[in-house]
């Protein structure tokens, strides 16, 4: 017995940290792949088998008004914060007002991000870099992966000076090689809720809200907050 997952990549750490216990307990198989959290709604409109989605709370939302998520059954995992990263040998960087962050980024060698039209995190920065008035400044400079893990993981084995990562908090700290810097500063952060939900067309409906109460139950708090959630959102 298989269960599909899609989810944003924010949650890994936490879905990833209860499959072992999950498939022996439940005699079944986990089948996650985790990437931006348009990409993975796409995913699913376009027809391919899931049964637990994981994304921000206003997608699933909205999936559930379109008829794609079982009406009910969304839980919230927590929030996540948009943080800075550099890699781990490097020092860190300012970021804690505005001022401080327009003089890190303009003066990055390279800005690592997820997409920045079908990530969270990626769709907040573009928006963040208007604000500063650096979009035209760091043209050339951006380096946009389909996720923030790859971002990071691009980042942390990238040669050279003064690189900079941006994405979710969650995402740089289980990335080997980055380390988190902090959240964006006040006025420019973006706290994120994640959701987890049955799908319409699961093939496993009971066995997926399972797996949406191990996400989101008191049995996994720790877990969730070691990741980098938020659970007072």
Do not use: W
Not at 49 to 54: A, F, H, M, R
Not at 76 to 104: C, E, K, Q
Not at 154 to 160: C, I, S
């Amino acid at each position: 017995m298989e269960l599909v997952i899609f989810s944003g990549g924010a949650a890994k750490a936490v879905a990833t940290g209860l499959q072992g216990d999950f498939q022996a307990q439940q005699r079944c198989a986990l089948s996650a792949t985790f990437g931006a959290v348009g990409l993975m709604r796409d995913k699913l409109l376009a027809g391919e088998p899931c049964d637990v989605l994981i994304l921000s709370a206003s997608l699933i939302e909205a999936l559930e008004r379109q008829g794609h998520v079982v009406a009910g059954s969304a839980r919230n995992l927590g929030g996540v914060a948009t943080g800075v990263a550099v890699r781990s040998g490097d020092p860190d960087v300012p970021i804690g007002d505005a001022d401080a962050l327009r003089a890190t980024l303009s003066a990055a060698q390279g800005l690592y991000v997820p997409h920045l039209g079908k990530s969270s995190a990626g769709i907040h920065v573009a928006s963040v870099l208007q604000r500063l008035g650096l979009t035209q400044a760091m043209h050339g400079r951006i380096r946009e992966y389909p996720n923030g893990a790859t971002a990071m993981r691009e980042m942390a084995v990238a040669a050279g000076d003064g690189l900079v990562g941006c994405t979710q908090v969650t995402e740089i700290l289980y990335t080997p090689g980055v380390k988190l810097v902090g959240e964006l500063p006040p006025g420019y952060g973006l706290d994120t809720v994640y959701t987890a939900a049955v799908c319409t067309q699961a093939r496993q409906p009971e066995l997926a809200a399972r797996f949406v109460q191990a996400l989101t139950g008191d049995a996994s708090r720790q877990l969730r907050q070691t990741a980098g959630f938020k659970l007072d959102l």
